[in-house]
């Protein structure tokens, strides 16, 4: 049974650091591409970040450009999790965070996500 299992979400201060972390069991998820959704309250799931696998062994990260210059991701576990390191953390940040797995491009939007975890919380105060 393939499983996506996240952690790290929380209540933060305006300017706070969080780190969000997607363990992946069930199946190798080294050639897939791994990041992070969120869906903030009445709003759409929306990409935040992926690690594209580029067929070397290696991954390149990408960013929506809400994100960009604040969040880091990165893959470990022979590409097996992906953590979302998230720095000076804004009101408009708040939403529940989904780890996802795809085998295609993820910042092309959900329709590429194969596999879903089941959300983290992550509220920003001010």
């Known amino acids: 049974q393939v499983q996506l299992v996240e952690s790290g979400g929380g209540l933060v201060q305006v300017g706070d650091s969080l780190r969000l972390s997607c363990a992946a069991s069930g199946r190798t998820f080294s050639s897939y591409f791994m990041g992070w959704f969120r869906q903030a309250p009445g709003k759409e799931r929306a990409f935040v970040a992926e690690?594209?696998?580029?067929?070397?062994?290696?991954?390149?990260?990408h960013y929506a450009d809400s994100v960009r210059g604040r969040f880091t991701i990165f893959r470990g576990n022979a590409g097996n999790s992906v953590t979302l390191e998230m720095n000076n953390l804004q009101p408009e940040d708040t939403a529940v965070y989904y780890c996802?797995?795809?085998?295609?491009?993820?910042?092309?939007?959900?329709?590429?996500?194969?596999?879903w975890g089941q959300g983290t919380q992550v509220t920003v105060s001010s």
């Open positions: 996802a797995a795809g085998s295609s491009a993820l910042q092309r939007g959900t329709g590429s996500v194969n596999y």
């Open positions: 690690t594209a696998w580029t067929g070397q062994n290696t991954y390149y990260p």
